[in-house]
């Protein structure tokens, strides 16, 4: 008979007694539960933070190449102040950008390069040709020559005019 008793007492001892071990034992999950959830919305923010971040750099550096273009297009040389903001705009593409825009701005940045040494070539030349004691035909190739950077700065012009750098930078929004 004692050992019916044990038995019956040793059940009871896992049995609930009442409705508060039922709450109890419902609070785990549910803690669970909330966890997971605070954590994905701290996840989710950190992405909206992180997409807005990434957003304001392509801002900034479609800024930097659009102020370097309209300096271009506007005095129809570079300086080595706009030059330098192509290359800071370059720099952060290579960091945080696509490889797609690094092209561009390459592409771009090498044409500024070009159009900053050709002033100087065509005063070289000028000052070539403005020597006294040059023979006509080296005068006229020097002309030539000139003439030629002239036709090569009217190109770069152009291309920086006609440029739809934007293009890209939107696919970088968009996406």
């Known amino acids: 008979m004692q050992e019916i008793h044990l038995v019956n007492q040793a059940l009871q001892i896992n049995q609930p007694k009442d409705l508060f071990d039922y709450l109890v034992g419902a609070t785990t ?3 669970a539960l909330l966890a997971a959830f605070f954590a994905f919305c701290q996840w989710r923010t950190y992405q909206k933070q992180y997409r807005a971040m990434i957003t304001d750099r392509i801002v900034k550096n479609y800024e930097k190449l659009s102020k370097a273009q ?3 297009i ?3 040389n570079i300086d080595f102040e706009h030059f330098r903001l192509l290359a800071l705009a370059l720099d952060e593409a290579r960091v945080c950008l696509s490889p797609e825009l690094v092209e561009y701005l390459k592409a771009i940045y090498s044409k500024a390069g070009r159009l900053l040494e050709i002033p100087d070539l065509i005063n070289e030349k000028k000052e ?3 020597e006294v004691g040059i023979k006509e035909e080296e005068k006229s ?3 030539q020559e000139r003439k030629v950077l002239h036709d090569e700065k009217s190109l770069l012009l ?3 005019i006609y440029a739809e750098h934007y293009k890209i930078y939107r696919k970088l929004l968009v996406a």
């Open 141 to 143: 190739r020097l002309i």
């Open 74 to 76: 506007k005095h129809g």
């Open 158 to 160: 152009r291309e920086f």
């Open 29 to 31: 999950p549910l803690i």
């Open 70 to 72: 309209g300096y271009i």
């Open 128 to 130: 070539q040709i403005e």
